[in-house]
Nanobody, 121 residues
Framework: QVQPVESGGGLVQPGGSLSLSCAAS????????IGWYRQAPGKQRELVAV???????NYADSVKGRFTVSGDNVKNTVYLQMNSLKTEDTAVYYC???????????????WGQGTVVTVSP
């Protein structure tokens, strides 16, 4: 079993910065990717940014140029640096881990509990 553990988040003014981190703990065999999703009130959960174990990254158009995702394969940890935050970035941010427990097993999805990011004057 893999457990994503999130940290960071909080309240920040528009234009400010915040950093989130997600550490995958448990019986780690092979992580395919770790990503961040967010869900604002009344909206569907959406992809924010993802990084694969090979270092490939993908971002939502709405955060390109403002957010940066990076990873530490040794620590099984991914970081999300959020700059130039906007009020519309306010949401619960969830860490998502794709993990394979053995070479013959399919990739499974694991979600963190979520951390709140509030961008407000």
């Amino acid at each position: 079993q893999v457990q994503p553990v999130e940290s960071g988040g909080g309240l920040v003014q528009p234009g400010g910065s915040l950093s989130l981190s997600c550490a995958a703990s448990g019986r780690i065999f092979s992580i395919y990717s770790i990503g961040w999703y967010r869900q604002a009130p009344g909206k569907q959960r959406e992809l924010v940014a993802v990084i694969t174990s090979a270092g490939s990254t993908n971002y939502a158009d709405s955060v390109k140029g403002r957010f940066t995702v990076s990873g530490d394969n040794v620590k099984n940890t991914v970081y999300l640096q959020m700059n130039s935050l906007k009020t519309e970035d306010t949401a619960v941010y969830y860490c998502h881990v794709q993990h394979r427990s053995s070479p013959l097993q399919p990739i499974k999805d694991y979600w963190g509990q979520g951390t709140v990011v509030t961008v407000s004057p």
